[in-house]
């Protein structure tokens, strides 16, 4: 599971540059749809991470310090595979509308994928080291205890902590972020349940940036939330519903996105759901639900605040 | 009479239940609703505003039930959250605030209905009164949804 990233990430980058060599727009395509796949399996990875951490705490032989800087550098890892995912879903909803990105887009892509997967590559690395404590013999001598102040995550921590504005004003924004992202997600599934049937696909899909942008704002703050108090995640059980959940909602907003069949006959095609596009609706709107409800029941069915 | 509202037997067990079916399940409820409601708005809001403007405004009329399911299930559950603690709630000027913000947000609602309906089957014309209708329904709701977040730190 921890491979998937870099694993992952490496494949869609052989998808990208073989694209380019070949001039083959269908591979860049799926470069990208693997690319914006990957951005999202980042999530749980990256949680999965946090909590291993917790656990290895316990283990005399591992260093904090090592634990700390991977943790770090895959925080890093884990913003730049974001950043690219979004870059590669802009560059796929265009390619839906306009049969093409606009132009830069899936070379920025491209290169921020190379720049996550360098930092990523260093996470792995990192990681690498706290679980084969004997290849990082040769430095132990630098892995001396340091300040804890030069670690990114543990300043986000003491902002979230003692910060009496900011968690609130995350808070309001996450909410502001989960209505605007359900809202366009409600609009564009009962479009495809039959609601608006008048209206021709494409403008619903119209919409789907402004759902990106909601999910985007609760992404940063939801991050937040969890770089800054781990702990309270870690052990509950509602958090992983959570990420699977919104592993759910992620792949499904791909499908919204690159979804071919209401295109075929042009922007004015009146596109009409068999029943498993609206079985796909269905299980788009269930996971958004799950996602609010998991979100909000943390401190009830786990041991959040 | 706050007090013999929260001394009730609903408001105790809504405080007291251990049952993830009392608070946790009511708390949880006005979140969904929250989301139905406003997020449904905003759809309609953006329209409004341009987003997909060839759309006629008539296919947008699910909206409006849509927020009407929001905002009974968020009138029933918030007068729930009320009375589990109304004395404290009865008193506080920021819930005031926030009570004050999400009647102004369903007041921008009634204009934009009459809007939308008078518009018949095509109608796709937008008038400045509409966009500007559309931008305060966009910022009173999230002053209200921002105003209520906060009652969590402020009140409680």
Redesign the interface.
């Known amino acids: 599971m921890n491979h998937v990233p870099t694993v992952g990430s490496v494949v869609a980058l052989a998808l990208l540059i073989l694209g380019y060599a070949r001039r083959n727009q269908h591979l860049k395509h799926v470069g990208l749809e693997l690319l914006f796949v990957i951005a999202v399996l980042t999530l749980p990875v990256y949680v999965s991470g946090v909590a291993a951490h917790r656990e290895l705490r316990a283990v005399k032989e591992v260093s904090d310090d090592a634990i700390r800087i991977h943790q770090d550098v895959a925080l890093f890892g884990f913003a730049w595979m974001e950043f690219a995912g979004f870059i590669a879903w802009v560059a796929l909803w265009q390619w839906r509308r306009r049969g093409a990105a606009a132009r830069g887009l899936v070379p920025v892509a491209t290169a921020l994928l190379i720049v996550s997967l360098a930092v990523m590559g260093r996470a792995a690395n990192l990681g690498g080291e706290i679980r084969h404590p004997e290849i990082r013999a040769a430095d132990a001598a630098a892995s001396t205890p340091g300040d804890p102040k030069r670690f990114v995550q543990y300043s986000i921590n003491q902002t979230a902590v003692y910060s009496r504005w900011i968690w609130?004003a995350a808070?309001?924004v996450h909410?502001?972020g989960?209505?605007?992202?359900?809202?366009?997600l409600?609009?564009v599934n009962?479009r495809i349940l039959g609601?608006?049937k008048?209206?021709p696909f494409a403008?619903?899909h119209?919409?789907l940036p402004?759902g990106m942008l909601g999910f985007g704002a609760n992404l940063v703050t939801g991050m937040f939330f969890f770089v800054g108090q781990p702990a309270q995640y870690v052990e509950s059980n509602p958090f992983y519903w959570k990420v699977i959940f919104l592993v759910i909602a992620g792949a499904n907003f791909l499908y919204l996105t690159v979804f071919g069949k209401a295109w075929r006959d042009g922007d004015h095609d009146r596109f009409t759901a068999n029943v498993g596009d609206k079985a796909m609706a269905l299980l788009s709107l269930t996971a958004w639900?799950g996602v609010?409800?998991a979100?909000?029941?943390l401190?009830?069915?786990g041991r959040s605040f | 009479m706050l007090e013999s509202i929260e001394t009730s037997q609903l408001a105790l067990w809504l405080r007291e239940s251990p049952s993830?079916w009392a608070?946790?399940t009511v708390?949880?409820l006005h979140?969904?609703g929250?989301?139905?409601l406003?997020?449904?708005?905003?759809?309609l809001d953006?329209r409004l505003l341009g987003?997909?403007r060839?759309?006629?405004l008539s296919?947008?009329r699910?909206v409006f039930p849509?927020v009407a399911v929001g905002l009974v299930i968020n009138l029933v559950t918030g007068v729930l959250l009320f009375i589990k603690n109304a004395t404290v709630w009865g008193v506080a000027l920021p819930f005031f605030v926030k009570m004050a913000l999400v009647v102004a947000s369903v007041a921008t609602l009634l204009p934009i209905r009459a809007i939308v309906l008078r518009g018949g089957e095509e109608g796709r014309d937008v008038g400045s009164n509409a966009r500007l209708l559309a931008v305060a329904s966009i910022l009173t709701?999230?002053a209200a949804?921002?105003a209520?977040?906060?009652l969590?730190?402020l009140v409680v």
């Open positions: 609130p808070e309001a909410f502001l989960l209505s605007l992202s359900f809202g366009v409600l609009a009962l609601v608006m008048q209206v403008d619903v119209r919409l402004w639900l609010l409800y979100g909000r029941m401190p009830f069915l | 993830v608070f946790p708390l949880t979140t969904i929250l989301a139905v406003i997020g449904a708005s905003w759809v953006l987003v997909g060839h759309v006629p296919a947008f699910w849509a709701w999230s949804v921002t209520g977040r906060l969590a730190y």
